[in-house]
């Protein structure tokens, strides 16, 4: 990994809610921004970050997230998400996370990636495959 990953080093990401990211078990006038939507966006957008500071082979994994849905996103929203690196230990790096809508803030939280050597765990990958259809 490049050196500049340091604690601080931020990414606004931003998105509009389209139909894909809303709940459908509410009908038509319950869609909402949906949870594990904002989840998988909050991890693109710290992976996003990752990879500004990435060697050639490296990418990231989730590890832990955290995040409290505070607030209901409307289909076609703006959404704003800003990850905060707050620590890097070794390949673990951690961040803060909040997002906000056009009117408020919809999430805190936190969540973790782990840098991996893409060709070491695609080989990681392959030797579980091996077990799982040996066993």
């Known amino acids: 990994m490049k050196p500049g990953l340091q604690p601080g080093a931020l990414r606004r990401s931003r998105l509009s809610v389209d139909r894909d990211r809303t709940i459908s078990f509410m009908g038509e006038e319950g869609r909402v921004y949906s949870t594990p939507s904002l989840v998988r966006d909050v991890e693109h957008a ?23 849905h505070l607030a209901p996103t409307l289909p076609d929203m ?18 803060s996370i909040s997002a906000t809508d056009e009117i408020e803030q919809i999430c805190t939280g936190s969540h973790a990636r782990f840098i991996v050597d893409v060709a070491r765990t695609k080989e990681r990958l392959k030797a579980k495959a091996a077990r799982r259809a040996g066993g």
């Open 78 to 95: 703006r959404v704003e998400i800003v990850a905060t690196v707050t620590a890097v230990d070794g390949r673990k790096v951690a961040f």
């Open 46 to 68: 710290c992976r996003d970050l990752v990879l500004e500071h990435a060697d050639v082979g490296e990418d990231s994994v989730g590890v832990e997230i955290s995040i409290k």
